[in-house]
């Protein structure tokens, strides 16, 4: 057993305030007496509710000696914040006792034997006036990352939005929305987090233009945005009974106080978040709602949006619940707020269209942990590559001449790249069977298509298989056709059949499920409106995003910068594998670094 949850500022002196700004319990110390010198003894100046001790051969902390080569006996030589990191790493999201026990009541410390039990999330409240503090992950102490996470952002201010009150608008503003299939399967997974990150500009040095200002002009930006964009303002709720059974999830649109709102800081140039090889964890501080699934959208907002100031930039970040949208209603919201923050107009032409795609919906459940997990990633090292659009045309001129075809896009060109080089530094054996999956977006493939306004979840998840070893003899043409006939394959027909198999048998997606070693999956889109969003900053230089939805194997596909066909992979894969990967000729000569 060990702490509960995470600790998310540095500890010494003893007497700081410890918390984590989700989903795990506050901690604090009972004593103002510096640490001792052995890992019990500084445990002991904890509140010993929220506490239990670490057996001298945990395996944690086992772990964390080998690492740094320590002998087993020999744990003096870590510092406590050192092995208290170590710990952590597997137990983040658990509690001992109920946190919110009077401050009277009997302090008994749990026995060792205790059980680790799942702790739902929720925002601790303001003790002593104090603000959520930095969202720093002392954890990555332990991944063996930087320790540039110890200047996490430190929160400065948040608020709740509303819409803009408008008579009429509220007249037809529907007071729950339904929720689709599409939508339901998300419960249980991340929510959505991406950002853009601007330079500062010059001009908000001048009194008049300051940050302060650029905050101000967004609040009132995005309390507009809300007034067609009205269900990102709500909540879920959950309506259910036993008999006759019932269980039905629904966005509610009148019981919530709104959007949240938060200005934060951090000590960091926007050279320190691009120049490093790999993505800085430090960039995870930058969303809210830091690993809360979807069902969490009950207790917490479903849409925050954190303005990060940086010594010479600003970074914007948004998380957004996976079950009111998908990637295309996502940047239609973000596209829609920078476009009146820039106007100052709140006439927009793209109004999202909300009715959904689907009767009331009755889930074959009682309670929601019989379909609800929470995942956390293994260590995972994170990097941004870059495909010119130069090479990005060779690579689809390639793979449609290997095929004599024309039908081969640019993005399965690259996909099918991507998927033999990762295959390839995983090692897997000849014989082992590997895929390739990739999100499709339903809206054009059902007949009647849905429009592109509509706004919530329409993707499925389609897959290419190969044995590794045929996937690597092959060419770059034949890993890019078998994408393309498992994306031409899902058609209206496709579609309905497995709506209707889910209404048979509803299921809820968990983030475990993407976990494979032998697979990969291609996300988000190049062909998404990422960097038009300029919030009167200009053209951000850099897209980004949260530690929502990672794991080993994910690919996320963005825009690049300069335009013109060219992309950013976000490629995120265990230590090992990244590194063989950057050792891959056919990969490393098909990108920029």
Known sequence: MAIVGRLEEAVAPAGKLLSRYQNEVLVTPRSRKRPRNTFGGWLRDLDPVHVEFIPSDDPELCMARRERGLSTANMGELSPLARLSKVTIALEQTQIVSPDRPSN????????????????????????????????????????????????????????????????????????????PWDLTMLSIHYIQKGLLFVKPSS?????????????????????TLVP??????????????????????????NSPGAKFIHATVNLTVSDILSPVDVPQVVQSFFDHDRAINHDGHTMSLLSIQVTELVDGIFIGCSINHVVVDGTSYWHFFN????????NNSSISRPPILNRYSPVLNLPFTHHDQFIS?????????????????????????????????????????????????????????????????????????????????????????????????????GLGWAAWRLREVVA?????????????????????????????????????????????????????????????KFDGLVMAFPGYEGGGSMDLEVCLLPESMNDLESDGEFMGAVCI
């Open 105 to 180: 009541a009997k302090r008994k410390r749990p026995p060792p034997s205790s059980v680790l039990v799942p702790m739902p999330g929720r925002v601790p409240p303001k003790i002593g006036g104090i603000d959520p503090p930095t969202k720093t992950r002392v954890a990555c102490q332990a991944r063996g990352c930087s320790t540039d996470t110890i200047d996490s952002s430190q929160y400065i201010s948040e608020c709740f939005i509303k819409p803009k009150s408008s008579a009429d608008k509220e007249e037809t503003k529907q007071p729950i929305i339904h929720l689709a």
């Open 204 to 224: 908000m040095n001048d009194q008049e233009n300051t940050v302060q200002a650029l905050l101000e002009r967004l609040k009132e930006s995005l309390s507009r």
């Open 229 to 254: 964009f009205y269900p990102l303002a709500g909540r879920l709720a959950t309506s259910k009974q036993e008999n006759p059974p019932h269980y039905y999830v629904y966005i509610d649109n009148h």
């Open 336 to 343: 829609t707020l920078s476009d009146i923050f820039m106007t």
């Open 374 to 474: 929470r995942h956390e990633a293994p260590p995972l090292r994170e990097r941004i590559f870059h495909i010119s659009s130069e090479s990005v045309k060779k690579l689809k001129a390639k793979a449609n001449a290997e095929q004599q075809t024309n039908t081969i896009s640019s993005l399965q060109s690259v996909s099918a790249l991507i998927w033999r080089c990762i295959t390839r530094a995983r090692s897997l054996p000849c014989d082992q069977e590997t895929s390739c999956r990739m999100a499709v977006n339903n809206r054009t493939r059902i007949e009647p298509p849905l429009p592109e306004e509509y706004f919530g979840n329409s993707i499925q998840i389609v897959s290419g298989i190969a044995k590794a070893g045929e996937l690597l003899k092959q």
């Open 489 to 549: 394959n899902h058609n209206d027909k496709a579609v309905r059949e497995s709506m209707e198999a889910w209404m048979k048998t509803p299921f809820i997606i968990h983030m475990g499920q993407f976990s494979d070693p032998c697979s990969i999956m291609v996300g988000s889109s190049p062909r998404f409106e990422m960097f038009g969003n300029e919030f009167g900053m200009g053209k951000a230089v850099a897209i980004r995003s949260g530690y929502a939805n």
